[in-house]
């Protein structure tokens, strides 16, 4: 009896686990899904030329500066283009290392969404052989992930309120290895172009899908849970 007990105890500790860890893989897609749209919604950047005068900064037209931005975003997301070229900004050799950077981090993401995608339709090919393990339901996984995606709303909300050009400067220092994203602007004039600003109103676009996406995950939840008690 001690020992069914003790192996229901373990069950729940590994279902428990196993729910989390599910479901920190599907708010880091989510995540990276979020952050691809934001950078994609290049009529953003059309705004904000207006909203934080980047225009007078730079001493480009509005046209001129949603060409460059255009190229920079298409640069990012292309494998196949190896330089990134500006029609309008020179670049010292650091600022071309920091650009790759970045460009290898929405790679990533890109990876990341693909195989993930991969995975989720193999589980849904498969998924009536699960559908009595309990570790195994999309619901637990879809809670999980919305516990994730809040924290995730939490940070940022911290973040972007508290002090973001202290974060700001965090966020770079974690992800690059270099210093290489601290532009001078007598060199990498483009980052007249691109103000802090802008990269927080950026940050508050994908707080506002993470934090939707949540409450999507949220209600499925329990939907299911009030089905299931009917």
């Not at 599907?26 to 904000?48: C, E, K, Q």
């Not at 990134?84 to 790679?107: A, C, N, T, W, Y």
């Not at 506002?208 to 009030?226: D, E, G, M, P």
Request: aromatic share 18%.
């Amino acid at each position: 009896m001690n020992n069914k007990i003790k192996n229901i105890e373990i069950n729940k500790i590994l279902n428990c686990f196993i729910n989390t860890i599910l479901g920190f893989f599907s708010a880091m897609f989510v995540l990276s899904v979020s952050v691809i749209i934001t950078l994609n919604l290049t009529p953003i950047y059309r705004w904000a030329i207006s909203k934080y005068s980047i225009s007078e900064y730079t001493g480009l037209s509005s046209n001129d500066l949603m060409i460059n931005y255009k190229g920079l975003i298409y640069y990012l997301q292309n494998p196949f283009i190896e330089k990134l070229q500006f029609q309008d900004f020179s670049m010292s050799p650091q600022g071309e290392i920091h650009f790759q950077d970045v460009k290898r981090i929405f790679m990533y993401m890109y990876i990341y969404v693909f195989v993930f995608m991969i995975a989720l339709g193999i589980y849904l090919l498969i998924k009536d052989k699960f559908k009595n393990k309990s570790f195994f339901k999309a619901t637990k996984i879809l809670n999980s992930s919305s516990n994730v995606l809040i924290l995730f709303f939490a940070v940022l909300i911290y973040t972007i309120s508290v002090d973001f050009s202290k974060y700001f400067i965090l966020f770079h220092k974690i992800l690059f290895t270099n210093n290489y994203w601290l532009f001078d602007p007598e060199l990498d004039p483009v980052i007249n172009a691109l103000p802090e600003e802008f990269f927080m109103l950026l940050g508050a676009i994908i707080l506002i899908l993470l934090i939707a996406q949540a409450i999507y995950f949220k209600t499925l939840y329990y939907k299911s849970r009030r089905d299931l008690n009917n």
